[in-house]
Every structure is written in C-alpha cells, then in structure tokens.
C-alpha cells in the first residue's frame, strides 16, 4: 500500500468515477484503474462498488476510506510544517480573482497568510472568472479563485465557500412587499442588468435560471456592466433588477440601500472555487497558498 495507490483511491471516491479521478490527478484512466486493482489484491478485498451509474466504497472501502483520509491530511500537514521554515518561500504568488473572491475573500486570506510567510509578495489580478482560468491554464497567474467552474481547461477545481446569489432591487414601494420572495413572473418584466460575459456570477445565475425553465434571453436586460459596486449602484438608482452574489450588499443591506430576493421560493445556491494548473508542483509557494486557503475554510482534501 502506498500514497498513490491511496490518492487514486480517493479521488475515485471523490468523483464517483474512474475517469473524472483521472483527469484530477493529471493521469491515464488505466494508471488509476491500475492503482485500485493493486490496492484490493494487497488488501485481499473488494473496495468499490461499480454500477453503470455510480462507484461507491464497499463496506471494508469505507473504513479504508478514513485512514486514507486520514493518512493524505497528515501528509499534507507534514509538509506544510516542514516548509514553514525553509527560505524557499519568499517571492511572489500571481493570483487572478474574480470579483466576489477578490473583494470579500482574498483582502482576510492575504493577511493571515502573510503573517505565517512574510517573505511571499502577491501579484493579483481582478478579472472575472472566465478570464481568471484562462490565466492559470495560459501560466500567467499560479492561482485563481472564481465564481464558476469551466471545463475542459487542464485546470483542477476545488469548492473552497459556499455562496447564494440573489436578487436585489431598490429600496422602493414597489418591492417591499414581496416578502422575501421574487415573483418569478415579474423577473421577466423588470428591467434587468446584466454582468458581462465571462462572469462566475453570470454564468451561475443563468444556468440557475434555466433549471428553473428560465432563459436568460428572456430577461429584460437593459445594460451589462463588468462590476458588481457599478451593478449596485445602477440598481439603487432604479435602472433595473440584477442578480448578485449575497456577500457583495451586505452594507447595502444594513443602510437600507437595497432589497434582497430570493427567486420564488428557492435560494439560488453555488461554489466559489480555487483553481490551480493539473501537474503543478507540490513544492511550491503558489501551493503552499492553495493548502492555505482550503484549510482556512476547513475544506478536506483527497
């Protein structure tokens, strides 16, 4: 038993497929099937359950599962401390961020990952979420953190914060008595203000939308714009509706500035991701800032 045989077989777990695992770990579907084959005939067991549907772990999977858990945290934690000392991580860390990360994430993780490693400078680049993956995949940024996931990028995905999208409007007559809830009638009526192409926010919200049998073309857009604070602003000064990430209004919330909505009765839920290049070194400053981050928000990872 060995750390890849258990990092294979954690990752199928994870993704509840064989191929999907394999695109993670930046190897062939055969190398991991190999890894799980090994890892049962040293074990003497079967550890999956394979349906043409789903994988799932065996009973004696499961328990195998945690000490697997387990034993990767553990490696992961050795070294982290084994690092905090060495000088190699001085230097800098290119980060692209799209908006909401950018200015509600990145300004806390920053200074509490400086005051552990105060010899790391940042460069950051505040693009939208599109845009951001493309510079990891490209190499122009070591990290990014978005506000959707893009495939078929080279890029590995990891769900670090849970975020809610919602509909704000001004603070009018008109809305307050919606009680919370958006009519979904009304939303195609109102006047709606767009984030541009490329946004996390946008394609979240649209693809939100469409499984509820809502199309975005649909909406009454009346302007795009590339930022959330012009976004706001445009909405309190009554040039339409807009959706928008629950972390961005929360002064507007308190002021009285803006009204919040849920779409009928249903929150419109999503992930903010940290993304980082397949294949990267484990040894690096840009990785040591990604296990960072992920344990700052108390995110498990295979």
């Known amino acids: 038993m060995d750390i890849k045989q258990l990092e294979a077989f954690c990752m199928v777990v994870r993704q509840g497929s064989f191929s999907k695992a394999a695109r993670v770990l930046g190897v062939s579907q055969p190398t991991v099937s190999a890894h799980i084959s090994t890892l049962e005939k ?9 349906t043409s549907k789903s994988i799932l772990p065996t009973d004696k999977g499961a328990t195998l599962l945690g000490y697997a858990q387990g034993i990767m945290s553990l490696r992961q934690k050795a070294l982290e401390e084994l690092s905090r000392e060495d000088s190699r991580y001085t230097g800098s860390i290119t980060i692209a961020a799209s908006s909401v990360p950018a200015q509600y994430c990145l300004p806390e993780l920053l200074s509490e990952f400086s005051r ?14 599109l845009q951001a993956v493309e510079e990891v995949r490209r190499g122009k940024a070591d990290i990014a953190l978005t506000g959707a996931r893009v495939e ?17 409007t001004a603070n009018s007559e008109h809305f307050r008595g919606f009680n919370g809830n958006f009519p979904r009638e009304l939303l195609k009526k109102e006047p709606f203000i767009a984030r541009e192409l490329g946004s996390g926010t946008r394609m979240e919200y649209e693809q939100l939308l469409r499984s509820e049998g809502i199309e975005p073309g649909e909406l009454n857009t009346v302007a795009e714009m590339n930022y959330s604070e012009a ?33 009928g009765d249903k929150a419109m839920q999503r992930d903010l991701y940290l993304v980082i290049r397949r294949n990267r070194s484990e040894m690096s400053t840009a990785a040591l800032f990604s296990s960072f981050v992920l344990r700052h928000y108390s995110v498990e990872k295979d």
Not at 42 to 50: D, K
Not at 159 to 168: G, Q, R
Not at 231 to 247: E, F, P, T
């Open 152 to 168: 078929n990028t080279n890029c590995e995905f990891t769900s670090f914060l849970k975020d809610e999208l919602v509909i704000i």
């Open 231 to 263: 976004v706001k602003k445009s909405v309190a000064g009554g040039l339409g509706i807009a959706i928008i990430s629950i972390h961005a209004i929360s002064d507007e919330l308190s002021s009285g500035r803006l009204l919040c909505f849920n779409l």
């Open 42 to 50: 040293e074990l003497g067991c079967e550890l999956l359950i394979r």
């Open 116 to 129: 552990e490693y105060p010899g790391v400078s940042y460069q950051l680049h505040n693009t939208n979420s």
